[in-house]
Structures are given as structure tokens and as C-alpha cells.
């Protein structure tokens, strides 16, 4: 479960202001303010307990969302209150056993049983964000999906090879992205490149360009000069 932040009692406040009942008619007998003011207290105080009963288990916002609409509280703050009620009166089979209900009466979707399958997993975010580039899906939420459908369809081992190819072509990119940056923050031109693509017989003065910048990461000037003289001598 995770942990959850204390809510504001300013919050707590305005909850019991607008469950208070209504103003009463004018022909009706005005409760004195002092007692209104003590009574709105008491109520803010009991929420207060109920709230930090609720913050200080082991339930969470999912847990008191499902058990709000399974009760029917209408909002999860109520849901939450009741879930501290019931824990301060040590009733928590009650919370237990309305949670199982829940979840036998809002079945798991296939998105969410995909997406537990991905995080009880071994792959991480940064294995989805990889993979999506990889398959060409537009966001890593996607990719997600993907990878908790092969393992519910048991197919690991397909996952595995994805993983292992996009990680490999990812890896050839970054080196095609260094070169090409080595290429454009060095003193050869355009021209040198050419001569070099027909020296060399790459298949496009691009191809030149980035054999330039691996050779300078690589091996530094003195084959590219080299070859430079050995094709203009050609």
C-alpha cells in the first residue's frame, strides 16, 4: 500500500460546513451561536480522527475510491472516513471483506491486467520507453500494454529478443549520433567527405560523414589525413 499525506484540516472543515443541516425558517427556533460553533467543533474533530485513522493504515486512494463507489458514499472522502471509523472501532474485517466484494463486483479491466502484469515484472520504465521506440509506439503507456500482454500470453521469451534487439539498435543510433556530431564539430567539409565516399566506396557521402566522425572518436586525425592524401593523389 502507499502512503498517504495527512489531509488539511481546513478541508475537514469545510466537509463538516457543508454536511451541516440547513439554515433554519424564520419562524424556527435559532440554535445559539455558541452551541452551533461547539457543535460544528465537535464534528471537526470527529473527522479528524476518522481522517488520520484512515492516513496512518494501510489503506490507500484506490482502496477508499473502490470502497466509495461500493458503498455508495458518493464521494471517497466519505469512504475514507468510514474506512477510519471502522478502524478505530477494530472492525477491519468489515474493510476487508467490502474490499473483496468490490473487487468481485468491478472485475480487473484487460488494460489493468496488462499493466500489473508489466509492473510485477522485471522489465522497468526505462525497458518500456526503449521498446517503444523500438515498435514505433507513440508513448511509453503504450509500450507498457504491450509488454504485460506477451507475459500474460506467456510468451517471455518473444519479450526478451525485443528487449534485446531495441537495446542493440538503440545502442547503433547513439554511436551513428556521436559520429555525426564528431563529424559536424570537425574542420572537414562537405568536399572532403565526398572525395573520401568515392575513396572509400561508401554508399553515400552521409556514410562518409559519419565513417569521418567514428574515425575521430576512434583513432583521432592522422587516418583520415591519410586517406585525404591517398585520394588526392588517386
Known amino acids: 500500500m502507499s502512503s ?100 468481485v463486483a468491478q472485475p480487473v479491466s484487460q488494460k489493468d491486467q496488462q499493466f500489473n502484469a508489466f509492473f510485477n515484472s522485471q522489465y522497468t520504465y526505462d525497458d518500456a520507453n526503449v521498446l517503444a521506440s523500438f515498435w514505433g509506439i507513440s508513448s511509453t503507456g503504450d509500450a507498457k500494454l504491450k509488454i504485460g500482454s506477451f507475459l500474460l500470453n506467456g510468451q517471455t521469451e518473444v519479450m526478451q529478443q525485443a528487449l534485446s534487439n531495441a537495446k542493440q539498435q538503440t545502442e547503433e543510433n547513439n554511436k551513428k549520433q556521436q559520429a555525426q556530431d564528431s563529424y559536424f564539430n570537425s574542420k572537414y567539409t562537405y568536399e572532403d567527405a565526398e572525395l573520401l565516399a568515392s575513396f572509400w566506396g561508401a ?32
Open 203 to 234: 554508399a553515400s557521402t552521409w556514410d562518409a560523414k559519419l565513417k569521418i566522425g567514428g574515425l575521430i572518436l576512434n583513432d583521432g586525425d592522422a587516418s583520415i589525413q591519410q586517406a585525404l592524401t591517398n585520394a588526392k593523389a588517386k
Open 4 to 103: 498517504k499525506k495527512n489531509n488539511i484540516p481546513l478541508t475537514i472543515a469545510i466537509s463538516a460546513i457543508l454536511a451541516s443541516p440547513a439554515l433554519p425558517s424564520n419562524n424556527a427556533t435559532w440554535i445559539p451561536a455558541a452551541q452551533a460553533a461547539q457543535s460544528t467543533s465537535q464534528t471537526i474533530n470527529n473527522d479528524q480522527q476518522l481522517i488520520e485513522a484512515y492516513a496512518n493504515s494501510t489503506y490507500n486512494y484506490a482502496d477508499a475510491e473502490s470502497l466509495a463507489t461500493f458503498w455508495g458514499t458518493g464521494r471517497v472522502w466519505d469512504a475514507k472516513l468510514k474506512i477510519g471509523d471502522l478502524i478505530l472501532k477494530q472492525n477491519q474485517a468489515t474493510i476487508q471483506q467490502a474490499l473483496q466484494n468490490a473487487q
